[in-house]
């Protein structure tokens, strides 16, 4: 195929619009390292993760337990969200009447929308009220987790969704004809030609675990500390941000932009591993 | 074959049941909040709150600039984002093999991004386009951000879309002797509408919801903004002071977060109706 | 196509003509014949931010030529930006710092900070010392101040923020030596948490309390060293924990600044200072 000049202009135009997507991540890296160079050249990184606690005023930064409470909150929303979110897919694609599920798309749809200081509101006002008659005092780890679960489920609901949409019908009118029930047909059949929309879904939604800041500020208690158990107050390194930052100068401020490349780090590594792990396409 | 463990009665009646019993679940859930909200805000929604602008604080009056603050700031975004998107997911999808160094670097980058935290854009954007690019507290700088946050949904999402697209669609337009151009536009582009829109949707949705991004980059501002560099409150933000800064705000935190809803509505219903009757072209499946 | 397009450009053209109507304001009587021009940017604390914008609508309603764009994002950024000139006039919710004394302050608005507990709490007034104890975790339980048989919420304000320095400051604690359970940023969470848990104790601005107090929500504010918290209280100086509210500026202001800082210290925005729930300055 002779390559004709409108295709060079659109491969290069293409081409570019990729750069300045690509480009957008190293650029938040770079604006981070620089904001946090001020505190790493004076206290260096060792001690964020060693130091007796996090106490800035004091000069002690250990970022050690909110670590451990961005990873908790987010594993745990994980962990729930993705099988509700894909068995709300399954369910709006193979068990509802065609009326009922585009309705349930819909709600799911709406859901995605919701600002994350509703259902921060929300959380603070009915959820931690409920969770502190069960073990005071009410803002938890448990709080964070179920208040991000429901945050994440419509990215991946929508994402499976859209992804058991393009199985082909052939696949599914083959499965019928061999004689599986319906469940079988999803288990054996969908969800293997489904995968690489899945773990999509999968990826977008633990990024918006681990960025969610404002309605885990509301529900956590944001006391730093790491958790050990379900009801214990936590706080994230988001969180902690937000938190601070409004109100940090010196080193303080540089510290609060380590733990975002901390956060980077997380990041970075999760995508690594989701690199390794990834099912062909 | 182990058929039988898939296929017994009892299986099957379990299947079923769980999956429906999941979905009123998570219905319940939803419906709670959902509800909450009309029922607190409803009383405040009134002709006079859409069209009247903030007083004490936003305590009483209505929503007015801030309405058109946000339309304009999900304007910016989509205008930047989705072409930035779209042509970023076409050629990872179309004109990039699964080997190629610079896609998988712009894959990569795009998954870290997809998981940077909406704090960090936001003071990454006040720091890029506010001060260095010197937009300052703007509805454009807000915009901008925005579509940062925005571009790795909206380009997994597209790619995915042109993924399911059949090979043979190509294989018959390389065939026919038309140019690329010509097969992307009239024929993959169309067809790989569905996944556009579930990206546009899952953006918009995210978007409209962000508040930490915004408070740096658009600003507090509640006037009613004259250009896309003037600074204007975003309905997020504003439900975010009122409920958590303006003591007596939470009547009309909530109501703000029902024209919100509502609002949300109207765009996805617009997204998919344009998906369903102007774009998404079906061609007969071989 | 044809009728969809049209469909597009009707839906398109009502939008912006709602929008265009939204915007237009209702003509003002002319009331002053200043000549005042320009633009004022005020950034700083997020609990002045609120007072200060409707101090600006109402100024920019009296010099038709002005614009007040007022931003939060923290007392610190206050300081920060009146120092680098990023802004014409910082906002800060507490008093300059000894290291803070290059900068000008103007008070425009005083605060108080109290106690508050949950409205079913039977305990009435704490004194100082128990206040130390409960929040250094000293004393853990209710029963141990005359009140149910039940474990102390401890709500204790995010670092860094004004009201916490001053009630640190008051009860002379150190914040590595509070051991709370909850932390809270802005006041209205304070209040919402504190409400939600019938155990708690927590502190936050007089006037936000008091506001929300006597409309329904199930605080009440505990008087400090046997004075009411009140506003009144804090008006006549009488309530020990207190903290101004003030404009910070550079270098002495001049022109637009001067005449925004000197409305807002005049008796013609007390009005609205009451409305914030703040308390205006005895003149």
Known sequence: ?281 | MSESSFSTASNRQFSTWLVWAIALFVTTIFLWILSDIIWHGARQLNWEFLTTAPRSAGRKGGIAPIIVSTALILGVCMAVSVPVGVGTAVLLAEFTDTENQFGRLVRRSLDVLAGVPSIVFGLFGNAFFCKTLGLGFSILSGGLTLACMVLPILIRSTEEGFRAVPSHYRLSAAALGISRTTTLWQLLLPAAVPGLVVGLVLGVGRAIAETAALIFTSGYVDRMPESLLDSGRALSIHIFDLSMNVSGGDANAYASALVLLVLLLLINGTAAWMAEHWLHRRITPS | MENRRSLILAFVGLTAGWGLQACTKPPQAATSTNQLQGKLVLTGSSTVAPLASEIGKRFEAEHRGVRVDVQSGGSSRGITDARKELANIGMVSRSLKADEKDLQAFTIARDGVSIILHQDNPVQSLTDQQVVEIYTGKIKNWKEVKGKDAPITVVNKAEGRSTLELFIHYFKLKNSDIKAQVVIGDNEQGIKTVAGNPNSIGYVSIGTAEHDASNGVPIKLLPVSGIAATTENVQNGKFPISRPLNLVTKTTPQGLDKAFIEFARSPQVQDIVKEQNFVPLSQ
């Open chain 1, 1 to 281: 195929m002779s390559p004709s000049l409108n295709d060079t202009i659109l491969i290069w135009t293409l081409r570019g619009f990729a750069v300045i997507a690509g480009a957008i991540a190293l650029l938040i890296v770079v604006f981070l390292i620089l904001e946090a160079l001020p505190v790493l050249r004076q206290v260096g990184l060792w001690r964020f993760f060693t130091d007796a606690s996090w106490n800035p005023a004091e000069e002690l930064y250990n970022l050690t337990p909110m670590l451990w409470g961005t990873l908790l909150a987010m594993a745990g929303s994980v962990l729930i969200a993705t099988p509700l979110g894909v068995l709300s897919a399954v369910f709006c694609q193979y068990y509802a009447p065609p009326r009922i599920s585009s309705l349930y798309r819909r709600l799911i749809e709406l859901l995605a929308g919701i600002p994350s200081v509703v259902y921060g509101f929300w959380g603070l006002v009915v959820l931690v009220p409920l969770i502190g008659r069960l073990h005071p005092p009410g803002t938890s780890l448990l709080a964070g987790i179920a208040i991000l679960t429901i945050m994440i489920l419509p990215t991946i609901a929508l994402t499976a969704d859209a992804s058991f949409a393009k199985v082909p019908p052939d696949y599914l009118r083959g499965a019928a004809a061999l004689g599986l029930s319906r469940w079988a047909t999803v288990r054996g059949v969908v969800f293997p030609a489904a995968k690489s929309g899945l773990f999509t879904g999968l990826i977008l939604e633990t990024g918006r675990a681990i960025g969610e800041t404002m309605a885990i500020l509301m529900v956590c208690g944001n006391v730093v500390q790491t958790p050990k158990s379900l009801f214990d107050p936590m706080r994230t390194l988001t969180a902690n941000i937000a938190l601070e930052m409004a109100y940090a100068t010196g080193n303080h401020r540089s510290a609060l932009f380590v733990s975002g490349l901390v956060l980077m780090g997380i990041i970075v590594a999760l995508v690594a591993a989701a690199e390794v792990l990834k099912p062909s396409a």
